[in-house]
């Protein structure tokens, strides 16, 4: 199956910072989503972007689905964008979702 | 994002116990997942339900039961878990089993096996 890959795998900020998350997937994808999941265990919807460029307030992603890459951008980061970034790639007919394995991302003060 | 909800948020109990978590979609989706998601592993896919139908088992251990009412509500019925199963449990929904426009999850209900 494919297999989806995220790095960094680990990431600490200064508040402030800028950032950008990758997301590498082995085959091509119909679709591809992006998640946060916050300390207490919820996964947010960030985007849902199967290819171009999508922007919502400080983050904004790029799927350049040819090159089988995704990128997630965190300007000017908050203690609140702390946890975990989860990309999901759907592939095949009856869509199967393969996440990857996260980036942690750890923001401080 | 209130779109789908998940009770209990935590829930501890016993290998002899028998517990149910719920999980409630307001979107107006017609396929509805759960997953387990346990330490430093990939989220799991557990089961997946389209119109209320089962469509998927991923090899699942039968002391966990899934029912699916409605193309609103999904539970997980829980009993004589071991405390391999203490993990956190995500509900999820999506318009059907295409995922034209994505997935979405609940809160997560925190399971603590003892």
């Known amino acids: 199956g494919i297999q989806v890959e995220q790095s960094p795998p680990d990431l600490i900020l200064q508040e402030g910072a800028n950032s950008t998350l990758r997301c590498n997937f082995s085959?091509?994808?119909?679709?591809l989503q992006w998640f946060h999941q916050n300390p207490w265990g919820q996964l947010i919807n960030l985007f849902y972007?199967?290819?171009g460029t999508k922007q919502n307030g400080r983050l904004s992603a790029t799927t350049v689905a040819t090159e089988r890459y995704s990128l997630l951008y965190i300007s000017s980061s908050q203690t609140t964008d702390s946890g975990v970034y989860f990309c999901?790639?759907?592939?095949?007919?009856?869509?199967?979702?393969?996440f990857g394995t996260g980036t942690k991302l750890q923001v401080i003060p | 994002e209130t779109g789908v909800t998940q009770t209990p948020r935590h829930l501890v109990m016993g290998m002899t116990n028998k517990k149910s978590l719920k999980c409630e979609q307001h979107?107006?989706?017609?396929?509805m997942y759960w997953y387990k998601q346990s330490a430093k592993k990939p989220l799991e896919l557990m089961f997946v339900?389209?119109?209320?139908?089962?469509?998927e088992n991923n090899s699942v251990p039968s002391r966990f039961s899934p029912e699916c009412p409605n193309s609103s509500h999904l539970f997980l019925h829980l009993h004589t878990l071991q405390p391999e199963d203490s993990a956190l449990y995500l509900c999820?929904?999506?318009?059907?089993?295409?995922?034209?426009?994505?997935?979405?999850f609940g809160e997560g209900s925190w399971l603590t096996v003892v």
């Open positions: 999820a929904s999506s318009q059907d089993r295409t995922l034209t426009w994505g997935i979405y």
């Open positions: 085959d091509s994808v119909n679709n």
């Open positions: 972007i199967p290819s």
């Open positions: 999901a790639a759907f592939s095949g007919g009856y869509q199967k979702v393969t």
């Open positions: 979107l107006g989706h017609n396929a």
């Open positions: 339900y389209n119109f209320k139908e089962q469509t």
